[in-house]
């Protein structure tokens, strides 16, 4: 059964650092594009940052450039989002997902999907 399981998600300050994880299982990531989500009540989910296959690539939303970034470990089949200087508006569930390749930030691209994780930034 192939499956995405996102982690690391929490309370935290503003300010402060979450990293969050996506593991697979029932299928490897070497050959897969991830790419990490966010929904807000009440919004569009929408694409924060996408890494390439090899890893070679990366893109992000503007607005958290500069704050997060995308890695894979591609021998622990897991892809990790460290967000740092969160904001009270980075608030949202966060998912992970995948697809062949290349990195893109349209949700309609990706045909996997974790349960998300869910993301609280307040004081």
């Known amino acids: 059964q192939l499956q995405l399981v996102e982690s690391g998600g929490g309370l935290v300050q503003p300010g402060g650092s979450l990293r969050l994880s996506c593991a697979a299982s029932?299928?490897?990531?070497?050959?897969?594009?991830i790419g990490w989500f966010r929904q807000a009540p009440g919004k569009e989910r929408e694409g924060v940052s996408c890494i390439s296959s090899s890893g070679g690539s990366t893109n992000y939303v503007d607005s958290v450039k500069g704050r997060f970034t995308i890695s894979r470990d591609n021998a622990k089949n897991t892809v990790y989002l460290q967000m740092n200087s969160l904001k009270p508006e980075d608030t949202a569930v966060y998912y992970c997902?995948?697809?062949?390749?290349?990195?893109?930030?349209?949700?309609?691209?990706?045909?996997?999907w974790g349960q998300g994780t869910q993301v609280i930034v307040s004081s």
């Open positions: 029932g299928f490897t990531l070497d050959w897969h594009a």
């Open positions: 997902a995948a697809r062949p390749l290349l990195c893109g930030l349209g949700k309609y691209e990706y045909d996997y």
